[in-house]
């Protein structure tokens, strides 16, 4: 009988630390602006002008087009 609560007894300890378990942030500021907004360092594409969403959405669909389509890689290879 002892052993069942010392067990239940540790059942819930163990929840209850589990539900103090703090947020895991990468620190700093969170961002709550749109993507094409832009960044305020030098990791910026060339050319790219931040604020404009068209300019966005076009880089997007030539990068995915040229830059990561395995398809159109390997059959520009051939």
Same mark, same amino acid.
């Given at each position: 009988?002892? !052993?069942? !609560?010392?067990?239940?007894?540790?059942?819930? !300890?163990?929840?209850?630390?589990?539900?103090?378990?703090? *947020? =895991?942030?990468?620190?700093?500021?969170?961002?709550?602006?749109?993507?094409? =907004?832009? !960044?305020?360092?030098?990791?910026?594409? *060339?050319?790219?002008?931040?604020?404009?969403?068209?300019?966005?959405? $076009?880089?997007?669909?030539?990068?995915?087009?040229?830059? $990561?389509?395995?398809?159109?890689?390997?059959?520009?290879?051939?």
């Amino acid at each position: 009988m002892r !052993v069942r !609560v010392l067990a239940l007894i540790a059942c819930a !300890v163990s929840l209850l630390i589990a539900c103090g378990d703090k *947020p =895991q942030t990468m620190g700093g500021s969170s961002s709550d602006t749109a993507a094409y =907004q832009g !960044v305020a360092n030098s990791f910026a594409a *060339p050319g790219w002008k931040a604020g404009d969403k068209a300019n966005w959405e $076009q880089s997007l669909k030539a990068r995915a087009l040229y830059g $990561q389509n395995e398809y159109s890689r390997s059959a520009a290879s051939k």
